[in-house]
């Protein structure tokens, strides 16, 4: 069946799936990669799809104008955050200053971009999702409000900044404001809820996921963590050492220090700030456009001046995109045999052995 784009390297942005004026696209999802599928039934040959793709049609990039570190000056928001509460404290300015504002949320067991209806609800969208989230849902309703002259911020992966961008067209995107996250790769959510079932966890009726509690990185379903005996559960150890993501990440277009949005923001690891910041959490920002600048003179934050070239080495997905792991294959087909924690111990001994020896060093109160 023929595809959008060359075979396996679909981001699953859903430009193409909401340009198709006869729904012929279906975007399909086998663990390891996404693909968008064309009904040739379907198909009236109008060529929208191919003119939003961002595999084809190659998007602008923008060296960065602004770079800082720092945080939300909201302690309650900030500590909330993956890392510094800077986008928490952007969002938060925008809503008040009357713009629309679209982040991504768990709820009913899926990750989807919603409004953000209130300022109130922030904390509903917090917290770093190490999945690949859906936005196909809002590309209507946020071209709609453009049309009407409304101002949007859409927050997002730079593919999914890159698929809108493309969807709206230079005409639309002057009242659309972009914040993309220094993203290293996500894995399917339907590998996400394989590994749950096998802790006897179904994820639709989870009322909470957490990926993230500032610098420990494990997996809390409705604020439990997942028991294991290693120090880090299995997922969430190969997701941090670039195993489980799919195709596209391994060849990422965005894994550059020239961005895709008006603003970008990360952790900045290894900030040279005051231990205690650190411990409480540091955004790293980067800003590339006049829009950007705007949307960070209107945010309640600190921000303070960092080294480019030290933020850089410490965010290697500024620089070049993560390399694709030798078994990440052999995984995939024994994890279709086998439980996900076996099958990660057999292609990828070295990082899970040594989770599970700090595991059993944590239990015996050393270290």
């Not at 379907?42 to 770079?67: A, E, F, R, S, T």
């Not at 992966?157 to 961008?165: T, Y």
């Not at 205690?276 to 705007?294: A, E, F, P, R, W």
Request: glycine share 6%; aromatic share 8%.
């Amino acid at each position: 069946m023929k595809t959008v784009c060359q075979i396996n390297e679909c981001t699953a942005c859903a430009a193409c799936k909401n340009s198709c004026p006869v729904n012929a696209i279906k975007i399909c999802d086998s663990l390891q990669n996404y693909n968008a599928y064309i009904n040739q039934d379907l198909c009236i040959n109008c060529g929208l799809c191919m003119k939003v793709c961002q595999k084809v049609k190659k998007p602008n990039l923008i060296d960065p104008i602004i770079w800082r570190q720092g945080w939300n000056n909201n302690a309650d928001a900030r500590a909330l955050a993956a890392s510094g509460g800077m986008i928490s404290a952007i969002a938060t300015a925008f809503k008040k200053n009357e713009g629309f504002v679209y982040l991504c949320k768990f709820i009913d067991g899926e990750f989807i971009f919603c409004e953000m209806k209130n300022t109130n609800v922030m904390k509903e969208f917090a917290g770093s999702k190490y999945v690949k989230s859906d936005c196909s849902n809002v590309y209507k309703e946020i071209e709609l409000l453009l049309k009407k002259n409304n101002k949007v911020l859409f927050v997002g992966l730079p593919c999914q900044v890159a698929g809108l961008r493309l969807y709206l067209g230079n005409e639309l995107e002057k009242k659309l404001y972009t914040i993309d996250l220094i993203c290293h790769g996500t894995p399917s959510v339907k590998l996400l809820e394989e590994y749950l079932i096998e802790n006897k966890i179904v994820l639709s009726e989870a009322k909470s996921i957490t990926f993230r509690k500032n610098t420990d990185f494990n997996l809390y379903i409705d604020n439990k963590k997942i028991d294991c005996r290693a120090q880090r559960d299995t997922y969430s150890n190969l997701f941090l050492n670039g195993k489980i993501y799919t195709d596209n990440c391994y060849k990422c277009d965005f894994a550059t220090i020239k961005r895709v949005s008006d603003i970008t923001v990360g952790d900045s690891w290894g900030s040279m700030l005051d231990k205690k910041q650190v411990l409480n959490g540091i955004s790293l920002v980067l800003c590339q456009t006049g829009k950007g600048k705007k949307l960070l003179d209107m945010a309640n934050i600190s921000l303070y001046d960092v080294d480019l070239e030290h933020a850089i080495l410490c965010n290697h997905q500024l620089e070049k995109p993560m390399k694709m792991p030798k078994r990440r294959t052999l995984f995939f087909k024994l994890n279709k045999k086998m439980r996900f924690d076996m099958a990660s111990i057999l292609c990828f001994p070295i990082p899970c052995i040594k989770q599970y020896i700090r595991g059993l060093l944590h239990h015996m109160g050393i270290g």
